[in-house]
């Protein structure tokens, strides 16, 4: 895929910018490009989308604006407000696998962390905790009683707020265009247009994460092996 091949997004018109680090260059412009799946012309709608997700009458998180209902536990983390300095004092017990830059590792045993939505990693610990995503070696650290929702909402603070750095595992770069073309097709219009990711609908984002994880985490998803996954991602890669 496009995103997993060979990380081409991340070129000389791109900046990491911003709350998050999302990204953002040239392509990010979508109002004269036309994006479509399964016949579904998206150039007009993903505007509307847009004015209509920053209308939704859903809750206003202190974390971050989200247009899903969030009950439970997940609720309860976003609606707190995150400390980043505490976040990366509790993020310390997470370095040895996450490093302390939480860049993961490139062979993609570990994700990249640092820059990711607080929003995505809010939900995937509280999943994680409540079984719901399969994550054996995550789960025994996230199931520590210490480990309360002021503390996963300031780890998820700290991490969003760091700056992309270190090395990223890049996939062979054979299928670029072939890649780029089925992500515009089949992703962009969930996970953005440069793989940015949409923090309101908890959708990850993509760009800067390195390719074996990216691989293997499909084919979980393919699998049924995460257990959380969107329904309809999982229909998609299979």
Same mark, same amino acid.
């Given at each position: 895929l496009y995103l997993l091949t060979d990380a081409q997004h991340l070129d000389d018109t791109t900046q990491v910018v911003g709350h998050g680090h999302r990204i953002f260059g040239e392509r990010m412009v979508v109002s004269g490009g036309v994006f479509r799946k399964r016949g579904v012309c998206?150039?007009?709608?993903?505007?509307?989308?847009?004015?209509?997700?920053?209308?939704?009458?859903?809750?206003?998180?202190?974390?971050?604006?989200?247009?899903?209902?969030?009950?439970?536990?997940?609720?309860?983390?976003?609606?707190?407000?995150?400390?980043?300095?505490?976040?990366?004092?509790?993020?310390?017990? $997470?370095?040895? /696998? *996450?490093?302390?830059?939480?860049? !993961? &590792?490139?062979?993609?045993?570990? +994700?990249? =962390?640092?820059? #990711? %939505?607080?929003?995505?990693?809010?939900?995937?610990?509280?999943?994680?905790?409540?079984?719901?995503?399969?994550?054996?070696?995550?789960?025994?650290?996230?199931?520590?009683?210490?480990?309360?929702?002021?503390?996963?909402?300031?780890?998820?603070?700290?991490?969003?707020?760091?700056?992309?750095?270190?090395?990223?595992?890049?996939?062979?770069?054979?299928?670029?265009?072939?890649?780029?073309?089925?992500?515009?097709?089949? $992703?962009?219009? /969930? *996970?953005?247009?440069?793989?940015? !990711? &949409?923090?309101?609908?908890?959708? +990850?984002? =993509?760009?800067? #994460? %390195?390719?074996?994880?990216?691989?293997?985490?499909?084919?979980?998803?393919?699998?049924?092996?995460?257990?959380?996954?969107?329904?309809?991602?999982?229909?998609?890669?299979?």
């Amino acid at each position: 895929l496009y995103l997993l091949t060979d990380a081409q997004h991340l070129d000389d018109t791109t900046q990491v910018v911003g709350h998050g680090h999302r990204i953002f260059g040239e392509r990010m412009v979508v109002s004269g490009g036309v994006f479509r799946k399964r016949g579904v012309c998206l150039k007009y709608f993903l505007p509307i989308l847009t004015m209509a997700l920053a209308l939704w009458p859903g809750a206003m998180h202190a974390q971050t604006r989200v247009a899903l209902e969030a009950t439970g536990e997940l609720k309860a983390v976003l609606d707190l407000k995150g400390d980043p300095v505490r976040g990366k004092e509790a993020f310390d017990e $997470c370095s040895p /696998c *996450h490093r302390k830059d939480a860049s !993961g &590792r490139a062979s993609g045993a570990i +994700p990249r =962390l640092s820059g #990711q %939505h607080a929003s995505v990693i809010i939900k995937q610990i509280v999943d994680i905790r409540a079984g719901l995503r399969l994550n054996a070696p995550m789960k025994p650290f996230v199931d520590d009683p210490a480990l309360d929702a002021q503390a996963f909402a300031d780890v998820a603070s700290y991490l969003q707020a760091l700056p992309i750095s270190g090395n990223l595992g890049k996939g062979p770069g054979s299928e670029v265009a072939r890649g780029k073309a089925l992500y515009e097709r089949d $992703c962009a219009a /969930c *996970h953005g247009v440069q793989g940015e !990711g &949409r923090p309101e609908l908890f959708h +990850p984002m =993509l760009a800067a #994460q %390195h390719y074996s994880y990216l691989l293997r985490e499909l084919g979980l998803i393919r699998d049924g092996g995460r257990g959380n996954s969107n329904p309809a991602m999982r229909a998609l890669v299979r």
